[in-house]
């Protein structure tokens, strides 16, 4: 007879699962065994947060929940910042974690966590499994709510008494086919009579708007519409291809050079815009320009987020009435066009300077040089991040994957593993802060193991040099943000990886481009300097705006 933990394997092998991605335990043994004779491979990771990051990727690459298991107490504990990343950054993921056995309590509250309350915040929903024979049910259940819009983490607490429990061979929950609703018609007649009554029309994509089965819709509406269009962080990529309408990130919540643009504008169509990011613009109650958001949901209203109108339904199908209504009707305003023009100019300014060690504009630059329009990179949480958003031009979508919700460190290498197993065909870069990779830089082994092609760029400052950017924006003298370093080569030599030095500007690309065709994991010291383009941020900044805040 078949046990619970083969029927969680069944159903998992039923949703098209072909990874798990954890650390087990004790309480995890039967399903490790029932694991062992599935068709599912069991990723070992050395920290149980890798392994949510993971799969956490895997939902926002694929649309897909990625699976992640761990065990009882410390173990699931572990798993709280990828459930918050993933929560946050609306990625589907399905969390499995063990526990004691619920119809006895021979260990008393050994280890014993609430794990299911403690999880209650943090995902769109948390069970504990007290039954074998609801398995199938229950995980089809997961997977429907974590791809619902909005996707996000679903847990599962399956007790070790659960996982060996015999029982009848349940059949599993076929999977069906889900529709999204579509805007009404008269929303949709009333945002378009609207755009085409604005002057100065401009288009924000959201995080909501950049899913995998988006890129399409986007892409065609920027295309019939012509209208110019910016993106916050997490939106960026979402439209494929070069364009003339792109008018650049929101890499700050005002007084960038992107700003400039949102202040000529005179209706701004929103689309997929998520509060949970950091905001791209503060809207103004007067005297601002109108907003329409477009999006799966009602807006969240906030104090600096608070449409006008609203059209909510299904992304793609909104975007491609929307397009129907306003193809061919609408003007393009030259002025955007040309500041469009001045922005871009800007941000290329310094792209090529040759100062030593290596400034974020540089890197940016020598960056998008080696790596193809498919390539995929992945940012950790740092202060390079403003520069990737801001200059980092992107050309086929989900090829810059950012953190703009939690904004959490030590999350860019397990992306970026993530990523190389899902596209080994294609060059996988991680970039990750000093002290961001060394929070979760023993997956180094992890990589190696797995034999995956990838190259992880370390910008070494000694230092958290985001939280000294703010330190230095709000005008508190340089204190407790430096740290020490390990020798970066040696320390991936000694996991079994290779290793490589930058010393000279002229080398970044070279070392680069000779790190990627060498093959394996290659990871690249790359010593940066922030200091100058700290100061000249917070100059740029206090002349535009008096209060602002880092992103």
Known sequence: MPKGSDLLVAALENEGVERVFGVPGEENLDLLESLRTSGIELVLTRHEQAAAFMAATHGRLTGKPGVCLATLGPGALNFSTGAAYAHLGAMPMILVTGQKPVLSAKQARFQIVDIVASMKPLTKMTRQIVSAASIPSMVRDAFRVAMEERPGPVHLELPEDIAAEEVENTPVIPLHQTERPVPSALSLDDAAEKILAASRPLVMVG?????????????????????????????????????????????????????????????????????????????????????????????????????????????????????????????????????????????????????????????????????????????????????????????VANTLLLDNALATMGAGLPSAMMAAMLHPERRVMAVCGDGGFMMNSQEMETAVRLGLDLVVVILNDSAYGMIRWKQAVDGFPDFGMSFGNPDFVRYAEAYGAKGSRVTAVEDLVPTLDAAFAGGGVHLVDVPIDYSENTRVLVDELRNRTPDVECA
């Open 207 to 395: 995080a909501a708007g950049n899913r995998p089965a988006l890129v399409e819709a986007l892409s065609a509406f920027v295309s019939r519409t012509r209208l110019p269009f910016f993106n916050t962080q997490m939106g960026k990529g979402a439209v494929t291809g070069g364009s003339n309408l792109y008018m650049g990130t929101a890499a700050l919540s005002e007084g960038d050079y992107v700003h400039e643009a949102i202040e000529r504008a005179d209706l701004i169509i929103a689309i997929g815009h998520d509060t949970v990011e950091k905001p791209p613009f503060l809207m103004k109650s007067a005297g601002g320009p109108k907003v329409i958001h477009v999006g799966y949901q009602s807006a969240t209203v906030e104090q600096v987020y608070h449409p006008d109108i609203e059209v909510i339904g299904d992304i793609g199908a909104a975007v491609e009435a929307l397009a129907a209504r306003l193809e061919g009707k609408l003007t393009p305003d030259e002025g955007m066009l040309d500041l469009r023009q001045r922005i871009l100019a800007r941000l290329n300014d310094r792209a090529e300077e040759a100062r030593f060690p290596v400034t974020p504009q540089r890197l940016v630059h020598d960056v998008r040089e080696v790596m193809p329009e498919d390539g995929i990179v992945c940012l950790d949480n740092g202060m390079y991040k403003i520069w990737f958003a801001r200059n980092y031009r992107t050309h």
